[in-house]
């Protein structure tokens, strides 16, 4: 069982930059495989970004790419989300999530484990 806490969410105006946290329990953290998911008020919960148990290799969302990183710290049990040139657009809760793989998941589904979320807020 892996539980996930994210923090790090809030009110940032466009063009400024924010860096979610998701704190993981357990021991075999670099067991899994961890993503970063957004959904907005009447959306689809949506992918933003996936990392390996390694953080060796990366993917992301075509709306953030070139905007933010995922990484993670395997020695802390935390994956992180560093947000830049933010946009109205970004508004959501965003949740992380976690699957024992050596691959990248992509699809919620594929997700075992799930935070709470952490609302971010873009002002224009």
């Known amino acids: 069982q892996v539980q996930l806490v994210e923090s790090g969410g809030g009110l940032v105006q466009t063009g400024g930059s924010l860096r979610l946290s998701c704190a993981a329990s357990?021991?075999?953290?670099?067991?899994?495989?961890m993503g970063w998911f957004r959904q907005a008020p009447g959306k689809e919960r949506e992918f933003v970004a996936t990392?390996?148990?390694?953080?060796?290799?990366?993917d992301y969302a075509d709306s953030v790419k070139g905007r933010f990183t995922i990484s993670r710290d395997n020695a802390k049990n935390t994956v992180y989300l560093q947000m830049n040139s933010l946009k109205p657009e970004d508004t959501a809760v965003y949740y992380c999530?976690?699957?024992?793989?050596?691959?990248?998941?992509?699809?919620?589904?594929?997700?075992?484990?799930w935070g709470q979320g952490t609302q971010v807020t873009v002002s224009s």
């Open positions: 999530a976690a699957r024992r793989s050596r691959g990248l998941p992509y699809a919620l589904s594929h997700y075992d484990y």
């Open positions: 357990g021991r075999t953290f670099s067991w899994y495989a």
């Open positions: 990392i390996s148990g390694s953080g060796g290799s990366t």
